[in-house]
Structures are given as C-alpha cells and as structure tokens.
C-alpha cells in the first residue's frame, strides 16, 4: 500500500491532491479529513460504496461545493476552488453521470454554449455546426448528428455528448464520475482509448466508477474511501478486486451473488407468443416462470430494452400475452400495474423519481390509494409505510423529508425499488438497475432479487454486466435483432457462452 500523499509532500509530481479535507451536510459527515494524490500523467481510481465520499471531494474539486476545511492542490500549488469557472480555468473539467445537457438544445449548441463562436458581432450558426461536428469525430462519435436535440438522443449518446463536451477544453486534469454508467462496449472501449491518449499526453484522469473490472483494465492506481475517510492509496498491481470491495465494505466479502434457483418445476406466469418488437421480424415466443431471475443478454440495442418496455406497455410492439391461462392486455402502463406487472427504469432521476420531492413522498407515491378515504390521506399511515420502507431497504438518510436529489445514486435506485415494491407485483421488469451505484448496495440488490423471487415474483432482469447476468440468473434469453436468439439455463449458463451466442447468429429453436 501507498499511503495516502507519500512520496508528494513536496508537490513533485502531483497534478491533483486534496489533504485533510472535511465536509459537513447539517448531522451528516460526507468527509472527515479525506486525501487523495493523483500524479501527473496517470489514470487514478476513486473507490468507496455509495455514502463514502467520493461524489463530494469530486464536487469541491469542480468548484460546486465548498470544503469546510482542507487543502486542495493543482499542480502542486495550493488552489482554492471558489466556482465551476475557477475549476475551468485550472484546467478541470467534470463528467458526471447525471448529466448537465440542455435537453431542448441541438447538440452543437451544448457543445459551444460556453464559447459560442461569431462571425463579426453577430453568433455563427455556421461555425458552431463545424465545430461540434470536429469535437465529435475526433471521439469517433461520426453517427451523432450535431443539429438533433439532447432530448431526441439515446442515453448512451447523450453520455457521450457530454464527455466530447468536456474533452473540448483540453483539460489538464479530467475526472469522469460514473462516465461509463451507461455506454455499450464499443463506447467503452472508445472511451478507454481517449482515456488512454489523454494519458499519454500528460493528462491527469480521475475515474469514479462501480464497475470493478474497468478499474484493472484502465487506472495506474486508485484510493479507497470509506465512511469520507481515507482508507490508503494503492497502485494497480499491488491488490486485487476481492481486497479492494472488503476495504470499501470494511469487512470480508465472501460470496458475491446468492444461491440460484433450484426447484425442477417451474410454474408458468405468463406465457408469450407471435411476439415482434421489429416490422418484418420472425414472430417468436418466450416462458416466464414464477418464482425466477430470468436475464436478458447480449450485445446492447439488440432489443432488450424494448421487450420490457412492450411488456410494461410502453413501447412499440405486438404479441400475445397469458397468464394463468387466461389473456391479457396491456397497451399502457397503467393496465400493466393492474395486472402486476411493474418496471424499475434505467434513468432513474428522469423516470423513477421526483428529485425535488422528500424521500417519504416518493415511495408511498404509487399507492396513495392504500392510505387515503374519500380522497384524504392518512398522513400517519403514510409515514408508517415510508420508515417501514426505508428500514427494509437500509436506506440511509437524516429525515424521511430529505430530498432524493441529495441522496446517491444508489440510495435513489433504492427509493425507486421500494416505491414499485409497494404494489406487490407479480412481474417484475429491471431495466439495467445496477447502473451507477456501488458494490455493497448490488450486492444487497442481488440479494433482494433473490428475496423477490424465492416469494414467488418473476423477474425479468436486463444487464450490460455479462457477469452479473451469469453470476445472478437461472435463465438467460440472449437476444439479437430483437430475438431472443438462444436461451441458456443450469449449467449452460456461462461467460463464455453469453459472449459467444450475442456475436453469433444463432437460428431460434423450433
């Protein structure tokens, strides 16, 4: 181990530090004399669960927040980081993963919203477009238009926009805070690549992030926190991903994902057929047992998404829907909560919450019903039902009348869980819900997905994490053109061949 600051007491080398730093939220302690030291020239990882720090030293050092007390050091010079501009005009630049795009703007309007380029007095429209267009093939990102607007753009875009948004600076110091929560593979790798050259070229990257193989695959060496304190800084080689998770944790982490299902008769839940997501495609069908974790694989856009959203009655699509055997309709969500049938979104801040809004009233907010006569609710009942809730899911907070957007992301993923579990569904759709929070709470989400259905709920289970899908599922449809191409079970279901059957046009069984 390399303690935290050792060998940089005298600036040499070092291009972003922060010693002794303390922040206080009223009760809460989010620092308490944390360090970091990130050289000149290296990828450096911040690691620590959800609560630890990280996403508040990451807002001091880009000018958002202010510390209570502490030194902050650029290039080995004390700097105090009074604003985003200041942050800027030290050669800082941010990527959050919620996103600071304006929805209603082209994308080569958010690419030059801060420098916007003129011809004479006037603004060029012109100029504006060739310079998005610039920003976003030196990222390879040719395929984004630069007249569309944000909002017109998919998640994993909008990511992407937001990172060449950034990268436009030429920044000395860039840190990426959970810039790869929602990028497919190749975008990754992209990513990585930048990542790399920004590094080779002198550039200091500090990267948050709870994929824990992107840490080995790209940072030079990482700090741990726990609890806003500094647990001691690391070089790559020097400790492996189980140690690390346990120092996070602060205990030994022994089992990763719980006991798969393991009943020989499975009870049908709903039974699918003729079912087209696409025009002109095959029509196909597809089991959900009672009481399992089926995951959905394959490479990403390959219509994961889109079956669960059909089956939410959100999205396009046709097909036949039993259950018990008898047929239902669902054509919008609202038919699908009739039927028990619920789907924890993957923009949690945009489709799961209402951030400005206290954690109490988000969770009882999808069975106001249950607490109300005659149209008045019972406020007494409601908080009964909140505090039940949140000791159920361990959310940590000080009030229930706490804003969600002052939560992390994964306590947030965890207020929107709690909301939809209130209606004691039966079908439970999860549409990349690991997305952006820490190793402890997805080991908790693994273990209430494995609580759901061992009481009888079928859950349905989208993730990018191949290993998550094999490490947690007893089935795994893997999809292709919107197909589920192939369906592995019991022992079939492995790394090798998820990977294998998402780059192979498999024909689908008879």
């Known amino acids: 181990m390399i303690e935290a600051g050792a060998g940089v007491e005298d600036g040499a080398g070092e291009a972003l530090a922060a010693r002794g730093v303390h922040k206080r939220y009223g009760g809460i302690r989010a620092l308490e004399g944390a360090e970091i030291v990130a050289k000149s020239g290296e990828v450096h990882a911040l690691l620590g669960e959800n609560g630890a720090g990280k996403s508040t030293l990451v807002k001091i050092f880009a000018g958002v927040v202010r510390a209570d007390e502490g030194e902050i ?21 941010t990527v959050y993963q919620e996103l600071s795009l304006i929805q209603q703007l082209s994308v080569a309007h958010n690419l030059v919203l801060t420098e916007f380029p003129r011809r004479g007095p006037l603004l060029s429209i012109q100029r504006a477009g060739q310079i998005a267009e610039a920003a976003l093939a030196r990222l390879g990102l040719t395929h984004i238009d630069p007249r569309a607007t944000v909002s017109s753009l998919p998640l994993d875009q909008r990511q992407m926009v937001e990172i060449t948004k950034a990268t436009m600076t030429r920044p000395q110091i860039l840190i990426l805070d959970e810039a790869t929560s929602s990028l497919n593979r190749a975008e990754v790798d992209r990513l990585f690549d930048l990542v790399r050259a920004l590094r080779d070229q002198g550039t200091t990257v500090l990267v948050i992030t709870h ?94 998404r889109d079956f669960l959203l059909w089956l939410y009655g959100a999205g396009p699509g046709s097909g036949d829907i039993t259950r018990h055997g008898k047929s239902i309709k669902v054509r919008r969500p609202g038919e699908a909560l009739r039927h028990g049938i619920v789907l924890i979104p993957e923009d949690r801040a945009a489709e799961g919450l209402h951030l400005n809004l206290p954690v109490r009233w988000n969770l009882a907010m999808a069975t106001l019903k249950r607490r109300s006569w005659f149209g ?72 209430m997905l494995r609580t759901l259905a061992r009481s009888g709920a079928t859950c349905v289970f989208y993730s990018s994490d191949t290993e998550e899908l094999v490490g947690l599922c007893d089935r795994v449809a893997v999809f292709h053109d919107g197909v589920p191409v192939l369906m592995l079970e019991g022992d079939g279901v492995t790394q090798d061949a998820v990977v294998g059957a998402s780059f192979a046009a498999v024909e689908v069984p008879a």
């Open 73 to 93: 050091r650029v290039g080995g010079q004390a700097f105090t980081v009074g604003s985003p501009l200041d942050a800027r005009d030290a050669g800082i630049a």
């Open 211 to 304: 994929r824990m193989n992107e840490v080995w695959a790209l940072a030079d060496s990482m700090t741990i926190l726990r609890d806003g304190r500094t647990i001691g800084r690391y070089g790559i080689k020097e400790i492996d991903q189980r140690e690390a998770v346990s120092l996070m944790a602060g205990r030994d982490i022994t089992s990763v994902f719980p006991a798969k299902h393991s009943s020989e008769v499975d009870e049908v839940e709903l039974e699918l057929a003729n079912v087209r997501l696409r025009r002109g495609q095959t029509p196909w069908g597809l089991t959900l047992h009672r009481g399992e974790i089926l995951g959905l694989g394959g490479l990403q856009g390959q219509g994961q």
């Open 376 to 447: 008045v609710l019972a406020l007494s009942a409601e908080k009964a039902f909140a505090a039940a809730s949140v000791k159920q899911l361990a959310i940590r907070l000080t009030s229930l009348f706490q804003p969600v957007s002052s939560l992390s992301g994964g306590t947030q993923q965890k207020v929107v869980i709690g909301k939809f579990m209130a209606i004691d569904p039966s079908v439970v759709l999860f549409v990349d819900s690991t997305r952006g929070i820490d190793v402890q709470t997805k080991f908790e989400f693994y273990e």
